[in-house]
Nanobody, 119 residues
């Protein structure tokens, strides 16, 4: 069983930055794509950023140019660097892992980490 553990959430002012990290319990990075999702109160969960096992990235339009996803296969970790944060980025952010396919369908989920951006 794979476990994903997120960290790095918190409270930040608009315009600030946060870096989220996700650690996997065992090595799945060689064959899994990793994605960051978020869910704001009253809204559906949405895919924010995706990185394939080969390092190809994809972003939601709302975060392009502000967020960067990266992965360290040697350390079984994936990161989400979030810059120029806006109040509308406030949500619970979830790390996910799934086979490399289109569309991306997560197999594993983390427990989520809260990100709150104040005006």
């Amino acid at each position: 069983q794979v476990q994903l553990v997120e960290s790095g959430g918190g409270l930040v002012q608009a315009g600030g930055s946060l870096r989220l990290s996700c650690a996997a319990s065992r090595s799945i990075f060689s064959s899994y794509a990793m994605g960051w999702y978020r869910q704001a109160p009253g809204k559906q969960r949405e895919l924010v950023a995706l990185i394939s096992n080969g390092g190809i990235t994809n972003y939601a339009d709302s975060v392009k140019g502000r967020f960067t996803i990266s992965r360290d296969n040697a350390k079984n970790t994936v990161h989400l660097q979030m810059n120029s944060l806006k109040p509308e980025d406030t949500a619970v952010y979830y790390c996910s892992a799934g086979l490399v396919r289109v569309p991306f369908i997560p197999t594993y989920w983390g427990q989520g980490t809260q990100v709150t951006v104040s005006p």
